[in-house]
């Protein structure tokens, strides 16, 4: 079992900036990757940023240059920095952690979300 724990989201103006925290206990040895998505009201939840077990990133392009995630093993939390923060930035961000026990079998855990409101 993999328990994660987010913080650092609020409110912020336009061209702002905020760092979201997740610090994942449990079975943290058997983690492969990590990421954020995000969900805003009337749209699908979307990719925001990942970020794998041997370093490799993955940004949705519409973050990119903007967005950087980042990873502290020893402590075993991820991070993503958010800046230039545009309206359309604003949901409700979810920590997705992905796990491999065996081979072949992956399991999915994830944070209780934590909102980020863009507005003036």
């Known amino acids: 079992q993999v328990q994660l724990v987010e913080s650092g989201g609020g409110l912020v103006q336009p061209g702002g900036s905020l760092r979201l925290s997740c610090a994942a206990s449990g079975s943290t040895l058997s983690i492969n990757a990590m990421g954020w998505y995000r969900q805003a009201p009337g749209k699908q939840r979307e990719l925001v940023a990942a970020?794998?077990?041997?370093?490799?990133?993955n940004y949705a392009d519409v973050v990119k240059g903007r967005f950087t995630i980042s990873r502290d093993n020893a402590k075993n939390t991820v991070y993503l920095q958010m800046n230039s923060l545009k309206p359309e930035d604003t949901a409700v961000y979810y920590c997705?952690?992905?796990?491999?026990?065996?081979?072949?079998?992956?399991?999915?855990?994830w944070g209780q979300g934590t909102q980020v409101t863009v507005s003036s």
């Open positions: 997705h952690a992905e796990t491999s026990v065996v081979p072949g079998q992956i399991y999915d855990y």
């Open positions: 970020i794998s077990s041997g370093g490799s990133t």
